[in-house]
């Protein structure tokens, strides 16, 4: 594997001199490597080398593809802002034949960025002020490509928040109870039933034209997020393999879901899950600081229902790979997926809960 990365990398337009590579990061799908050139200035110039994983992203060229046209989009829009593209969007090195990816012996298929020097990046919101910088990142990164073409793009995973489609998906695996853990569900199940309507909310309001559709991240985790490592400001939004059309709503939501937890993901007291208002007030003001200037008074409103669906959709998926056996999700323990479940239902009670403060702080924001 060694030899096969040092190869890799020769296969791309970085800079001469005395090489390094090593393992980089703690991501869970993609093989990610830095590659340090000593150049022999003060300081060497490093890349990310990664293999896209063709399991997780079946057509990795189409991912490519949709990360060079909105970084280069990006690179105009920041450039006319008078910013510094190789430092504020991920920049594609390219091939020596002058391509974005280099596809080896076995298809796997490898990339190559300029490394953003100068950033720091957190796992988790810790605090209120941390998530709205959060927030303001990607309400930035939505304002930039207001004025891409979100239908040029292709749909790196098919149905990925397809709400509608993943509540079907969770009946399948209901009629097929391939693992025979039918009868321990009941409680969640019935839960999940009583949404099979308003599944349909965000997908309706874009079909009757209420909202538009976007270009969407999909995985908007604050480690998405590069900070500055002196001023603590969001430099950068990274991993980019997502980004797709999509709706406002769900890049809000997916924050929403991941950071105004007070528990685990899998936390199996549930008197722990509680939803933070407070951190949920301070993605707003940092989201909608940046992004609200660009979105209708429908697309805002529709802001707290990205974050019940997200939710929901989320804990469906546990739910239906704990009824299929746990393919999809790594476990740790039996009824892991149960577990995430159970956290992600008992998230979207409290945000029922607190529905009309959620929809007032959206409004006054």
């Excluded at 890799?8 to 869970?28: C, D, L, T």
């Excluded at 280099?102 to 796992?123: A, H, K």
């Amino acid at each position: 594997m060694e030899k096969r990365v040092y190869d890799v990398a020769a296969r791309f337009q970085i800079r001469q001199g005395e090489m390094s590579i090593a393992p980089y990061g703690n991501g869970h799908i993609n093989d990610t490597f830095c590659i340090c050139v000593d150049v022999g200035e003060a300081a060497p110039v490093r890349y990310i080398l990664q293999r896209v994983n063709r399991y997780v992203f079946p057509q990795p060229e189409n991912v490519i593809e949709n990360i060079a046209r909105v970084t280069q989009y990006l690179r105009g829009v920041i450039e006319k802002a008078g910013g510094d593209p190789d430092r504020e969007t991920l920049t594609l090195v390219k091939t020596n034949e002058g391509g974005d990816y280099f596809l080896d012996e076995d298809n796997g298929l490898w990339r190559v960025y300029l490394f953003i020097e100068g950033t720091i990046s957190r796992d988790l919101p810790d605090t209120p002020e941390l998530f709205a910088l959060s927030g303001a990142a990607f309400g930035r990164f939505m304002c930039q490509l207001e004025g891409y073409d979100a239908s040029t793009l292709h749909e790196a995973i098919k149905d990925f928040h397809n709400t509608p489609a993943r509540y079907g998906q969770l009946m399948d695996a209901v009629f097929r109870n391939d693992a025979g853990r039918l009868g321990e569900v009941g409680p969640e199940l019935a839960f999940c039933m009583r949404y099979g309507e308003e599944v349909h909310t965000l997908l309706r309001a874009l079909k009757a034209g209420e909202i538009p559709l976007r270009v969407t991240h999909n995985d908007t985790k604050l480690n998405n997020v590069l900070l500055d490592a002196k001023t603590g400001e969001g430099v950068c939004v990274i991993d980019l393999d997502t980004v797709m059309p999509g709706l406002a709503a769900y890049d809000f939501g997916d924050s929403i879901r991941f950071g105004a937890n007070t528990a685990a993901e899998d936390e199996r007291d549930l008197s722990k899950v509680q939803f933070s208002m407070e951190m949920y007030e301070a993605f707003v003001r940092g989201y909608l600081g940046e992004a609200g200037s660009v979105m209708g008074s429908r697309e805002r409103e529709l802001l707290p229902m990205g974050a019940k669906l997200m939710t929901l959709e989320c804990g469906m998926r546990f739910l239906a790979d704990h009824l299929n056996g746990d393919k999809y999700f790594k476990v740790h323990r039996q009824g892991h997926n149960l577990d995430r479940a159970r956290t992600q239902f008992k998230l979207v009670r409290c945000m029922e809960e607190n529905w009309d403060a959620m929809m007032e702080i959206v409004k006054n924001a």
